[in-house]
């Protein structure tokens, strides 16, 4: 396993406002795999991600990176196991306008004093397309381009466990092909680890497992998964909270639930070729 979860239990507040964004969650996140996370607004999807990435505490439980549990470990100890275990790709693709491609791509490791491997990075480059775009900055390229060096960049120290939070989220439907189609490769081709948070089944079905949480908890997962069954899982949690609308707290009627909305096309056309 490349990461695990045992009792996971997130709450945030106190009292009587506390929020059990995390409820006692079980979870295994195997290697060599791309793990999918989707669920309803506010069912505790980047909760996870964070618990499970050391970039937030959790209230009870245990999580482990490896064979390293990272529950307990000072915030020193958490920020050096995350700057070298674990890659990050964020739906804002965080690169640093004044530096070129080459730069954003290897800032952390040339911030954390490492030397890259050449031939992975050569490797990650070349997987990417991004050869004959190193000394473009940001904003001499395209939307998924920089989305293709927030990839390289996440995957340039080679981590243990890359977590994607909405990575197309910010992108159009090609460009967010392309990015999962990246995601993809480094799975195949280059044994990542990967696991994406999203809101879309269409993103999801490029995965080989999804898991569905709802209300803080793992209530389902499928394997194989396709656009239209994860979208037909998804509309499951409508027809279970609309009767109890009513009694929520009004924390999923304020956020908007993209994949529970009407949809002109509802796999969007970013769903893999099945074929
Ligand atoms: N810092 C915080 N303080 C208080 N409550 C929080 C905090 N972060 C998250 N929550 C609550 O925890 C619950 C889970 O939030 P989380 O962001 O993990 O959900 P999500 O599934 O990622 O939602 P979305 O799809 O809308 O991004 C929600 O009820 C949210 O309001």
Redesign the pocket.
Known sequence: MAARARGLT?A??SGETT????DSVDVDIARGRFTAVM????????????CLAGLDTVSAGQVWLGDTEITGLKERELTRLRRDRIGFMFQSFNLIPTLNAAENITLPMDIAGQKPDENWLNQVIDTLGLRDRLKHRPAQLSGGQQQRVACARALASRPELIFAD?PTGNLDSRAGLEVLGFLRDAVDNLGQTVVM?T?DPGAAAHSDLVLF?GD?RIVDEMARPSAEAVLERMKRFDTIRGPFEESTEG??ST?P??AAEPHQDPVRDIAPDKD
């Open positions: 997130k945030y507040g929020v059990l964004a995390l669920g309803p607004s506010g069912s505790g999807k980047s909760t996870l991600m964070h909405e948070v809101h949480l803080g924390t999923e956020a639930d993209r």
